[in-house]
């Protein structure tokens, strides 16, 4: 069984930065999707940002802005988030994808002065 383990989050002001990792217990295939969702009060959970080997893909959203990256070594994904804004304050979830899904627990990003 695999679990995903968040930290990272926090409280930060508009226009500072954040860095999330997610690491995953057990030997992850690097070509098996790893991202990050996130799912503000009162709205679906949407994807951010996902890699699969070296290749990344972004919401429009955070483009410019965030930069997922993974340490195969360590089984372990990153998502560096700068120029943070409010309406970046969310719940960020971590997302594997193997024959099954799994997800971390969560972890809270407020971007708020």
């Known amino acids: 069984q695999v679990q995903l383990v968040e930290s990272g989050g926090g409280l930060v002001q508009p226009g500072g930065s954040l860095r999330l990792s997610c690491a995953a217990s057990g030997t992850i295939f690097r070509f098996y999707p790893m991202g990050w969702y996130r799912q503000a009060p009162g709205k679906g959970r949407e994807l951010v940002a996902i890699?699969?080997?070296?290749?990344?893909n972004y919401a429009d959203s955070v483009k410019g802005r965030f930069t997922i990256s993974r340490d195969n070594t360590k089984n372990t994904i990153y998502l560096q988030m700068n120029s943070l804004k409010p309406e970046d304050t969310a719940v960020y979830y971590c997302y594997l994808r193997m024959v099954k899904e799994y997800w971390g627990q969560g972890t809270q990003v407020t971007v708020s002065s």
């Open positions: 890699i699969i080997g070296d290749n990344a």
